[in-house]
C-alpha cells in the first residue's frame, strides 16, 4: 500500500525567507510523486512532480523538490518565499495505478 | 472557462436529504475522481471512473454514489445526508498521471 506522511501541519515563514516543506512517502518501488497547492477558495493545482530521471525537480512559481530514494522523501523548497505563496500544500504518491494517495496537508502561512 | 466545472458551489441542506453534486470537464480526460476534503485529513478518494463504463470505490464510498453520464459529466449523489458528511467536495480528472481540480463545493448539512 502507498501512503505519505507530511510532518508539518502549519509552517510559518517571513516573506523573503528560504522554505522547505516536507514529504515522506511508502510505496514498494519507484513512485510517481507530486506536489500540489490550494490557495484559499480554490482547487488543487500542480506544482510539479517526479516520474523518473534528474531527482532534483522544477516547478512552477520557482519551486523546487528533490527525490531522495534512500530517506523516502521528497521535499518541497522555495529559496525566496512571497506572500502569494501562503496556501495549502499537498504531497501525493502514485504507483502507476492512476489512483493518488494524498498526504493531509501543511498550511502555509508567510508573514510580512 | 475552466476547464472542470462544479456546481454548485456552496450548499446547505439537511439530515436526509438527497443531494446530487455535478461535475463537468472540457479537457476530454477519460478519467475522474471524487473526493472530500476535511481540515486535517487531506484528500481521500469517493469514487472514480476510468471511462464511462468503468466505476470503482475509493477508500470511502459508504453512503455515496456515482453517475459517469458521458465522457465529460461525472455526478456524485448523497442518498440521505447526515451531519458528517459536511465537506468540501472535489471533483477531478487526469491524465498523464495529473489530476485537474475543480474548485469545489462545500457542503453543509444539519
Known amino acids: 500500500a502507498q501512503s505519505v506522511t507530511q510532518p508539518d501541519i502549519h509552517i510559518t515563514v517571513s516573506e523573503g525567507a528560504s522554505l522547505e516543506l516536507r514529504c515522506n512517502y511508502s510505496y514498494g518501488a519507484t513512485p510517481y510523486l507530486f506536489w500540489y497547492v490550494q490557495s484559499p477558495g480554490q482547487g488543487l493545482q500542480l506544482l510539479l512532480k517526479y516520474f523518473s530521471g534528474d531527482t532534483l525537480v522544477q516547478g512552477i512559481k520557482g519551486f523546487e523538490a528533490e527525490f531522495k530514494r534512500s530517506q523516502s522523501s521528497f521535499n518541497l523548497r522555495k529559496p525566496s518565499v512571497h506572500w502569494s505563496d501562503a496556501a495549502e500544500y499537498f504531497c501525493?504518491?502514485?504507483?502507476?495505478?492512476?489512483?493518488?494517495?494524498f498526504g493531509r496537508g501543511t498550511s502555509l502561512i508567510v508573514h510580512p | 472557462d475552466a476547464d472542470v466545472t462544479q456546481t454548485p458551489r456552496n450548499r446547505i441542506t439537511k439530515t436526509g436529504k438527497r443531494i446530487m453534486l455535478e461535475c463537468s470537464q472540457t479537457k476530454g480526460h477519460d478519467r475522474m475522481y471524487w473526493y472530500r476534503q476535511d481540515p486535517g485529513l487531506g484528500l481521500r478518494l469517493i469514487y472514480y471512473?476510468?471511462?464511462?463504463?468503468?466505476?470503482n470505490k475509493g477508500e470511502i464510498s459508504d453512503g455515496y454514489s456515482v453517475s459517469r453520464q458521458a465522457q465529460a459529466k461525472f455526478s456524485l449523489s448523497l442518498e440521505s445526508a447526515i451531519p458528517n458528511q459536511t465537506a468540501l467536495y472535489f471533483c477531478?480528472?487526469?491524465?498523464?498521471?495529473?489530476?485537474?481540480f475543480g474548485p469545489g463545493t462545500r457542503l453543509t448539512v444539519l
Open positions: 477531478a480528472t487526469q491524465r498523464d498521471d495529473t489530476q485537474y
Open positions: 471512473s476510468f471511462d464511462v463504463k468503468d466505476i
Open positions: 501525493a504518491v502514485e504507483g502507476g495505478s492512476y489512483i493518488p494517495t
